[in-house]
């Protein structure tokens, strides 16, 4: 069996291409920046092409090509600070895109990134997990692309009989993370390399993943022909910043992480309190724990640096 992923050499795309060949799948990548991953080592499994998610033509034309039967879409801008026109051609009509070219194509089986951005500040509903069945209230440009992402996709589902799926990753980190949500990646990997960073709040909130976890998650929804919803939060670690870099001390007591503030940022953080039991109960999904990963995390900076790596304590 064949699967196309768009955006597939990016920061998710470059862990999931490996899962999926281990799971027997031939790989189709589409992305504007194809030599952003290499993939030699997985040899004629795995297929890399330059194009442009926002230009239909090239999206049809992969497709076509490929014959894939399932179709993952990971190529979108993180963030909101994007000029309105640019954000909207990639997070709005590339999905649009994705979704009509596996209609024409006759690909039934679709999954996407959406994001916790849709549930908006984890102030509109109190101290209490939040569930795929709330109320979205999302309204930043990210936010509210990812909603619309998410109704297209119903439309899609409803007219047109797909099976398109919605993955609503929480805080990504890894290493390699530089853009979107970062403050809480930052926190880990500027001490790893010897660098101060600071913050304004001590108490911001965060539910970070880690990148790996995402990528397991993805490979398990996309290889099920038939998932039990059409949506599913994958939640995490919530966590303050304050905490976080306690636990990053653990392994770097000279650390340099300080705060403008003590208090104020938890009033201001989005969701952070997450309701994932449908990812783990219908996926078996299993998480490693947060400070394994911290750790992880570090080394795996240190070792790029050509730094000493840290033992657990």
């Known amino acids: ?117 849709v549930s908006g500040e984890q102030k509109f509903y109190g101290d209490r997990l939040v569930d795929e069945n709330d109320f979205r209230h999302g309204h930043v440009q990210y936010a509210m692309h990812k909603i619309f992402n998410e109704w297209q996709a119903q439309d899609y589902r409803e007219k047109h009989g797909m099976e398109i799926t919605a993955i609503r990753p929480a805080n990504v980190t890894g290493p390699d993370k530089i853009v979107g949500s970062v403050d809480h990646v930052f926190c880990i990997t500027n001490p790893a390399r010897g660098k101060p960073v600071k913050f304004p709040y001590k108490d911001a909130m965060r539910c970070p993943i880690h990148v790996d976890e995402i990528a397991e998650i993805f490979a398990r929804v996309i290889m099920t022909d038939k998932p039990k919803n059409w949506v599913y939060n994958t939640g995490g670690q919530a966590i303050s910043l304050g905490e976080l870099a306690d636990l990053v001390r653990e392994f770097l007591p000279n650390a340099e992480i300080t705060f403008e503030k003590e208090t104020g940022g938890k009033e201001l953080s989005g969701n952070y309190l997450i309701d994932n039991t449908r990812l783990v109960q219908e996926f078996g999904v299993q998480y490693r724990p947060y400070r394994e990963r911290v750790l992880q995390i570090i080394n795996d900076i240190r070792r790029e640096e050509g730094l000493p790596l840290i033992s657990d304590r």
Do not use: W
Not at 94 to 104: Q, S, V, Y
């Open 1 to 117: 069996m064949s699967t196309l992923i768009l955006g597939g050499t990016g920061f998710i795309g470059r862990r999931l291409v490996p899962l999926l060949v281990q799971r027997g799948e031939e790989i189709t990548c589409m992305d504007i920046n194809p030599s952003t991953a290499s993939y030699g080592q997985l040899g004629d499994k795995v297929r890399v092409v330059r194009g442009d998610v926002t230009q239909f033509d090239d999206v049809m034309a992969v497709t076509v090509a490929a014959k894939p039967s399932r179709i993952v879409n990971l190529a979108y801008y993180l963030g909101s600070e994007h000029p309105p026109h640019v954000a909207f051609k990639l997070n709005i009509l590339g999905m649009d895109n994705c979704f009509e070219a596996a209609r024409l194509a006759g690909c039934n089986r679709v999954a996407y990134a959406s994001s916790l951005a």
